[in-house]
């Protein structure tokens, strides 16, 4: 178990720019969370993945986030046109969860984080 | 639509003394709670979790946590701060969607251990 890797750690962009971030979950978990943590304030969820279905997202994801999970494995976070309200750090979990058991036995795992700066 | 409160946004405690940081929800059904610690620069990790059952919750590194359904309170007790145990602490409850664990977190509890 390697946990939940985030790339890259940190990221300064300027404003207007478009920004990727990569996530890798544990292996063999099937859920992927992304979360956004702005200074001072605590997780706020963004969106999740089943395997590579988007299942749900936040009315906090604009038009201009879209996240990927192509193959269920690793997911990708893109902003773009970014602005100065987006500087935050993003946090990637994951978990597993199987039909025999609530998905509320399964922690989410979380990564360290990518942090952005938008200038 | 659920919430999290944590009334203590700083708390000092010196090592070895004991530690209560207090979480409040609000939720329309059975809550599930959770516990988050949060190092500097590190993503979050599960100190405990309360689904059913029990009402006290033993976690890792020495935590627990008690729900009170009549006062809508999960909080968190350690009997001896160690000087480690400086960090973050988030108290999340969760919601069912769609199978998710789309949790809701509290704007967390900075602990500071003084030697």
């Known amino acids: 178990d390697t946990g939940v890797s985030q790339d890259p750690r940190h990221k300064i962009t300027k404003r207007g720019q478009n920004v990727t971030f990569r996530c890798d979950p544990i292996?063999?978990?099937?859920?992927l969370y992304w979360y956004r943590q702005t200074l001072g304030q605590g997780p706020e969820f963004l969106t999740y993945?089943?395997?590579?279905?988007?299942?749900?997202k936040s009315r906090l994801l604009s038009d201009r986030f879209s996240a990927e999970r192509p193959k269920g494995s690793f997911s990708t976070l893109e902003i773009q046109r970014t602005e100065q309200g987006d500087s935050a750090m993003y946090l990637c979990?994951?978990?597993?969860?199987?039909?025999?058991?609530?998905?509320?036995?399964?922690?989410?795992?979380f990564g360290n984080g990518t942090r952005l700066t938008v200038t | 639509a659920q919430s999290v409160t944590q009334p203590d946004i700083h708390i000092t405690v010196s090592e070895g003394a004991s530690l209560e940081l207090r979480c409040n929800y609000s939720y329309g059904a059975t809550p599930y709670l959770f516990w988050y610690v949060q190092s500097p620069g590190q993503g979050l990790q599960l100190l405990l979790k309360y689904f059913s059952g029990d009402t006290l919750v033993q976690g890792i590194k020495g935590f627990e946590a008690e729900f009170k359904r009549s006062q809508s309170s999960f909080n968190l007790r350690k009997p001896s701060v160690h000087w480690s145990d400086a960090a973050e602490y988030f108290c999340?409850?969760?919601?069912?969607?769609?199978?998710?664990?789309?949790?809701?977190f509290g704007t967390g509890t900075q602990l500071k251990v003084e030697l």
């Open positions: 999340a409850v969760g919601a069912l969607t769609g199978g998710g664990n789309k949790l809701t």
């Open positions: 993945f089943q395997n590579e279905a988007q299942l749900e």
């Open positions: 979990a994951s978990s597993l969860v199987d039909r025999r058991q609530s998905s509320y036995n399964s922690p989410l795992h």
């Open positions: 292996s063999e978990h099937n859920r």
